[in-house]
């Protein structure tokens, strides 16, 4: 993966600030933008539907690939080349990497000489999942992303801790990243190959438990400049549930490389009741 060099990105960042909270004054509701993509992509699976319930709280109803709408087209394919698969469970690991990252337009965290801003979207497709109209529960956000876990914990919005290490690839060479979340570890070594691509919006609607027993809706909208395929070989530690669905799966599929562009995730939080 290659880091873009540092763009400073003033313009960018006046324009978050000058995005109207999506709530006003509403604690019910939040707006982060994250802009200037530096290497984004997702992690694409199928879950065994015997070990897909371990991944989501009790009640929940699992939505299986025959029933899911915008997989990526190997995952289609190999649920019609092995219709058993049909009833899996697709499972979603998003990684964004960004220059900065707004709240209500209120700037939280810069790449400045270090790493990009990380954030980690984890997902399993369900049905109304929390009550929420909304094909997703999200099951992880991670960040390392300067003030925004702060952000969210006074705005109920639970998060966890994502580490990713990134190296370069010399001339020849493959490039590596390590992603760490909560009881999984994924190794990558590969490359970007092939021809690029004007990038689409990919958007995608989640239920989410918060803290302090909220409920969430959320709407992820990732809008890269440019996507190239990818090339390479992913390894998977770890022992948590994830970690067992992905090591299961009959497909680990890196998707394109997203770069430029930005993505928005609006929260919107029912009535809750304290603890």
Not at 174 to 200: A, I, K, M, N, T
Not at 239 to 255: D, E, F, N, T, Y
């Amino acid at each position: 993966m290659t880091i873009a060099p540092r763009r400073w990105l003033l313009a960018l960042l006046l324009a978050a600030a000058a995005i109207p909270s999506a709530a006003g004054a509403q604690a019910e509701q939040q707006l982060w933008r994250f802009v200037d993509g530096q290497g984004g992509f997702c992690v694409w699976y199928l879950s065994d539907p015997d070990l897909a319930p371990s991944m989501v709280p009790l009640g929940t109803t699992l939505r299986p690939a025959r029933s899911t709408e915008g997989l990526p087209d190997l995952l289609v394919r190999i649920t019609q080349d092995e219709p058993r698969f049909a009833d899996w469970i697709p499972g979603v690991i998003c990684v964004g990497l960004y220059a900065a990252a707004a709240s209500d337009g209120a700037p939280a965290a810069r790449m400045e000489d270090g790493p990009p801003v990380l954030i980690t979207l984890a997902a399993v497709a369900a049905e109304r999942p929390f009550e929420r109209e909304a094909g997703w529960l999200l099951s992880e956000i991670g960040l390392d992303a300067g003030s925004l876990d702060r952000v969210a914990s006074r705005a109920w919005i639970r998060t966890g801790k994502s580490e990713m290490r990134v190296r370069s690839g010399l001339a020849g060479e493959d490039d590596q990243w390590e992603l760490r979340l909560d009881g999984l570890r994924l190794y990558w070594q590969g490359h970007p190959g092939g021809e690029g691509r004007v990038g689409s919006t990919r958007m995608m609607l989640f239920g989410y438990a918060g803290n302090r027993n909220s409920v969430w809706s959320i709407e992820a909208n990732t809008a890269p400049e440019r996507l190239q395929p990818q090339f390479g070989s992913l390894r998977i530690e770890g022992k948590s549930p994830m970690a067992q669905a992905l090591k299961s799966s009959p497909i680990r599929l890196v998707g394109a490389l997203e770069s430029g562009g930005e993505m928005t995730l609006s929260f919107t939080r029912s009535v809750a009741n304290p603890d």
